[in-house]
């Protein structure tokens, strides 16, 4: 039982440049977050989803898509990256409100915008 | 929303003496709080969590204490060892109909042995 699975784990990317952080989830968790960590600070929301289809956005959106296809996948994708997005992304997941509060993080992917 | 904030952003402490670490949150409506602990290079963790019908609950040499009327929560840490050195986080969240966890700035948690 894998978890949360993210990839990759660390990528260096030049201005400008597009990408997809990829989570995948095994626990048949409904709710999946995702997640940036800046030096020194809390964890910003940047979106999240509640099922297959459905995305929203968090506190920090911009910059940033998702799509949500699959109960186990949510993609963050990055278009145009600018060096304000050199940040680490956790993606994270919950089974649902009522059964339990629980939210389970991946081990995070190290990303630097030069 | 919902508003955390947590202090101190940096605590020493010799091994085997408590550590104390207290947030604040601004949404009454909030009713679970979790802590996570998260280690050099890893995701955040949960170690404990207590809901708003609780006033204490412990696990071992970790506890965590919420005062609704003040909206405050704190972790306590007994004896502590080097291995409880690490980040912690508090977060706040409503149950039903509250998707979203709002997260404190975290207090680095240093055991000197």
């Known amino acids: 039982n894998a978890g949360v699975t993210q990839t990759p784990k660390f990528r260096i990317l030049k201005i400008g440049q597009s990408m997809t952080l990829q989570c995948t989830q095994d626990m048949n968790h409904n709710y999946m977050y995702w997640y940036r960590q800046d030096p020194g600070m809390g964890l910003k929301l940047i979106y999240y989803s509640v099922g297959a289809g459905i995305t929203d956005k968090g506190e920090v959106p911009n910059g940033y898509n998702v799509s949500r296809s699959t109960t186990e996948d949510f993609p963050l994708r990055l278009e145009l990256a600018a060096p304000s997005q050199t940040s680490v992304y956790f993606c994270?997941?919950?089974?649902?409100?009522?059964?339990?509060?629980?939210?389970?993080f991946g081990e995070g992917s190290w990303l630097t915008v030069v | 929303g919902e508003n955390v904030e947590q202090h101190p952003s940096t605590l020493s402490v010799q091994e085997g003496d408590s550590a104390v670490i207290k947030c604040t949150y601004s949404?009454?409506?909030?009713?679970?709080f979790p802590w996570y602990k998260q280690e050099l290079g890893k995701g955040p963790q949960l170690i404990i969590d207590?809901?708003?019908?609780?006033g204490e609950k412990k696990d071992q040499r970790i506890a965590v204490t919420l005062n609704k009327t003040a909206k405050h929560f704190s972790l306590h840490i007994t004896e502590t060892q080097p291995e409880d050195s690490a980040v912690y986080f508090c977060?706040?969240?409503?149950?039903?109909?509250?998707?979203?966890?709002?997260f404190g700035t975290g207090t680095r948690l240093t055991i000197i042995p």
């Open positions: 994270a997941t919950r089974r649902d409100l009522v059964s339990g509060n629980t939210i389970y």
């Open positions: 977060a706040a969240t409503g149950n039903f109909g509250n998707e979203k966890l709002t």
């Open positions: 207590i809901r708003s019908n609780v």
């Open positions: 949404d009454s409506a909030s009713n679970y």
